[in-house]
């Protein structure tokens, strides 16, 4: 289900330009090489899959190819193939109201590419349903210690962003010009937009946290439990199965007033410690 992919590759070089080269035309060399690839996607049924990946920390074996137009998953053995290890260094799930849920994968060269002939095949995949944004929502507690089972009333927007910190490894020992990265650290971030009021057009015997809710979270400054899940029942407030938990601290509250359309609001909350990601 994907809808997009890019592919970039890239020579790092140095001026090598001196006082005894004549005019100020610069002349670049290369002195490292490093490529990225990433990826558009409308599943996001593999979320836990996904998320379990890039904690792991662990590269994995990555190839690109022409695709033959039956299924385009079959390869078609194309002169520019190629496959090397990768990270996947940061993935963004985005759950919207109304819309089909995406999520957008980067992946960093782990190791030098090299070609790929006839013998390597791959599987083919099936298609995974759509899943629409509104069935999917952020659950908050009020501490540290209390469970998350109230979402965010009136809600709009709601994305999840984990990322690993790359640095290079390199060094005089490194064989080749290809720039070893290895990732050194992990973090998230989960922001989520509703409407300032929702009580003129949603009535609910399930409760939800509202503006002042957040404010309160804000004003205590101490991380909250959280969790992602998907959702049914009245309002669409009801958790069924958890995609992934763990705990934040609200780190930026914005309230927006525009001039003849609805107020509403944003939240950014940063990952406290570890997430869980359930099985």
Known sequence: MATGCTVTLTNNTDESSTKDDVGMASKPTTTSKSWQVSVDSLNVA????????????????????????????????????????????????????????????????????????????????????????????????????????????????????????????????????????????????????????????????????SLSGLETIYENGTPVKWKIANVSGDNNRTASSTIISGSCLLTQLAINAPNRANADYTATLNGYGDYQVSA
């Open 46 to 209: 593999d979320a836990a899959a996904i998320l379990t990946a890039i904690k792991a920390m662990e590269p994995m074996s990555l190839m690109w190819d022409e695709t033959e137009i039956s299924d385009n998953q079959s390869r078609r053995y194309a002169t520019f193939a190629r496959r090397g290890l990768a990270y996947l260094n940061d993935c963004t799930f985005q759950f919207d109201d109304r819309t089909n849920s995406t999520k957008q994968l980067q992946f960093t060269g782990a190791s030098a590419l090299e070609t790929v002939g006839s013998s390597v095949d791959v599987e083919a995949i099936a298609l995974e349903s759509y899943t629409k944004g509104q069935f999917v929502r952020l659950f908050l507690g009020s501490d540290n210690t209390a469970a998350p089972t109230t979402v965010i009333a009136a809600a709009k927007t709601l994305s999840l962003h984990v990322s690993l910190t790359m640095e290079s490894s390199s060094t005089k020992d490194t064989t080749g010009d290809f720039d070893v990265q290895e990732p050194t650290g992990l973090s998230y971030d989960i922001s989520t937009g509703a409407l300032v009021r929702s009580g003129e057009t949603i009535t609910s015997s399930v409760g939800a946290k």
